[in-house]
Structure formats: structure tokens, C-alpha cells
């Protein structure tokens, strides 16, 4: 009786610890894929003329972006990349979180304001963008909000999007996966319950 009530409560502590390991795991600042840049929310040209559906944000890897933005796409993503494009605002808790294609479609008059959703970041949250115009990476003027983030480009280029990682918020970040380990780890815990309330009844029947 005593030894499979402990086996219970081993297993059942055993599946919580894995279960909120994998909630801290998700909500980590460090994995830079959960902040990505999650596509163009709006875009207005020089004419105040909206053109969000003419302007989109490709991957590095597409096969429509210039041969020419491979190069600094891949450098940037490097320390000592980022840190040459950084200068002086460079430190050690900052990480490229996307890099990304300005593509313009029909009739677009630059300069275009964008903003663009960026899970994470908060108005207080430390959040560059890097304008590559051939031959080295320019800092826009960015206004950061909750969820977003706005600025400028005078021509479809290659943007690189950099955040310091301790102003990210983790609270925004995929809040799906953490109600469902949530709920997950709140059933193991009925379980166990129950599982000792069976063993005691037929502890107590012998």
C-alpha cells in the first residue's frame, strides 16, 4: 500500500516538473523565434494613401529577395555583426529577432510608415530597426507599442528587426500553450487526488 502510494506521488510530481518546465521554456526571452515579426498590420505611403495590402514582409530565404541581401541578411545575425551595426547602442542582452524583405506591389509612393506586429515588446520595451541601404545598416526612428512597432523606409530594403531581450514582455507571449499546460498540470494534480482517495477506501474496506 505504501509503496504504491509513493510510486503515485513520484510519477505525479515527476509529470507536473515537466510540464512547468516546458511553460518556463516557452516563455524564455532567449528563443528568438517566439518574437518574430508576425506580418504588417498597416502601411500608409508618402500621399497618406493606405497600401497595406501592397506591402509584405518576406523571410531571407525567399526566392524573390535580391541575391544582394544574403550577404549582410546572414552577418547580421552574428555577434560581431550586430554588434558593427549596433555601434554604441550595442550590449550583451540584445538579439536579432527577424530578418525580413520589404516587398512593394503596385502602386506604392515611398516614404512608407509601417507598423508591424511584434509579439512581446511593450512600450517600454528596448526595440531597434536596421535599414540596410547597400552597403551598411541605418537605425529608423521606431515607436514602440504593445505589440507593435512603427517606422519609416524610404524604398522596399532589408530590415533587421533587434530587441533587448530583458524589456521583452513574456506575459504577452503564447498564452495558448501556457493555459493549456495550465489546465494540464491542474488534472495531474485531480488525478493523484483521486488515485490516494481510492487507495485509502480499499486500504479502509480491508
Known amino acids: 500500500m505504501k509503496a504504491k502510494l509513493t ?11 515537466c510540464l512547468g518546465m516546458s511553460v518556463c521554456a516557452a516563455d524564455s526571452p532567449s528563443g528568438s523565434t517566439v518574437f518574430r515579426v508576425r506580418g504588417v498590420a498597416r502601411a500608409l505611403d508618402a ?7 501592397k506591402i509584405s514582409l518576406v523571410d531571407t530565404d525567399d526566392s524573390s529577395i535580391p541575391e544582394e541581401y544574403q550577404a549582410p541578411a546572414a552577418e547580421i545575425r552574428t555577434e560581431d555583426g550586430l554588434k558593427n551595426a ?15 524583405y520589404t516587398k512593394a506591389e503596385g502602386d506604392v509612393e515611398f516614404p512608407v510608415t509601417m507598423t508591424v506586429n511584434m509579439p512581446g515588446v511593450t512600450e517600454g520595451s528596448k526595440v531597434y530597426v536596421l535599414c540596410w541601404n547597400g552597403s551598411a545598416w541605418e537605425k529608423l526612428a521606431v515607436t514602440v507599442g504593445n505589440g507593435t512597432v512603427t517606422f519609416t523606409i524610404n524604398s522596399a530594403s532589408l530590415l533587421a528587426f533587434v530587441v533587448d531581450k530583458t524589456t521583452l514582455s513574456t506575459t504577452t507571449v503564447s498564452p495558448k500553450t501556457s493555459a493549456s499546460s495550465s489546465t494540464a498540470i491542474a488534472l495531474m494534480g485531480i488525478v493523484a487526488v483521486v488515485a490516494l482517495c481510492g487507495l485509502k477506501k480499499k486500504s479502509v474496506l480491508r
Open 7 to 17: 510510486r503515485i506521488m513520484a510519477l505525479t510530481m515527476a509529470v507536473v516538473m
Open 47 to 53: 500621399n497618406g494613401q493606405d497600401v497595406t495590402s
Open 86 to 100: 549596433m555601434g554604441s547602442d550595442w550590449n550583451a542582452n540584445m538579439i536579432v529577432t527577424d530578418v525580413k
